[in-house]
């Protein structure tokens, strides 16, 4: 009977014990901060560093680049209508020259295109509109699949340095390297592997996040400036059809010179054998 009371009091300072020793804390010379444990990753946390920065880049580069007023921006549409409505195109010329959107290089392109090939018809002026107009919806959406190109080989690389971590541990066990119990050296190993995992998920998992944010900006910034480009070009084609045919052959020297027209006095008009006095 005693015997049994001595082995149930063994039993709970024996459990008292192990709480202790489990609730009490890990030494300091233990401890690890954040980059050494990523340091343990292995080699690949090398690449895996560069992407994250890159990554990081790219997405506030993004969020500062593609916004609406970058795009097609009322401000400019507003005074694309105006000068065109008043002929203006030098005018207009210069403003495009002066903006940085993509709508104002699309009317630039268009205006130097009328400018340099004066009587051209008006189907190659609007093809050039539209193929300018694709150039620039292709840039931006070509832009942000850099994201998704990270979003796909950050795994990769974290699974890579997830085999080289795996090798490791094993060629230390086969060749008998590992001290005490063989499961204790493959512990090092393994968790060598999951490191680098987890960093290329860490990577990927915010790459492809903001992939899709900035991919669902993009398709609603490039109907924007479809319906903008179309917007011009009606706008464009209305105003020279209301030209004569050989005024409109090259509206920006038409426009220079409108300018420096003088105005014929009642006179002359009235009496042409007075236009010599």
Known sequence: MKCCHFSVVGFFLSALVASA???????????MNFLEILAKGGIMMYP???????????ILIFLLTIRRNAIVSDRFMNSVESMIQKRDFLGLTTLSHRRNECMARVTQKTLDFMVANPGTAF????????????????????????????????????????????????????????QGVREMGLAEGVSKALIAT???????????????????????????????????VILLQAQLERQPAQSYANPVQRAREDYAMPVASPLTAERPDLHGI
């Open 21 to 31: 020793a489990a609730e009490s804390p890990v030494p300091p010379d233990q401890e």
């Open 48 to 58: 895996l560093g560069v992407m994250s920065v890159i990554t990081v880049l790219l």
């Open 198 to 232: 987890a960093g290329g998920l860490a990577i990927s998992i915010p790459a492809l996040a903001f992939y899709s944010i900035f991919r669902g900006r993009v398709q609603k910034y490039v109907s924007e400036l479809e319906a903008a480009c179309t917007h011009f």
């Open 123 to 178: 189907e190659n002026i609007r093809e050039i509109a539209q193929t300018e107009g694709s150039h620039q919806a292709g840039t931006l959406t070509s832009r942000i699949t850099y994201l998704a190109d990270i979003g796909a080989i950050a795994p990769m690389v974290g699974l890579l340095g997830t085999v080289f971590g795996m090798i490791e541990a094993f060629m230390q066990i086969y060749s008998g390297q590992v």
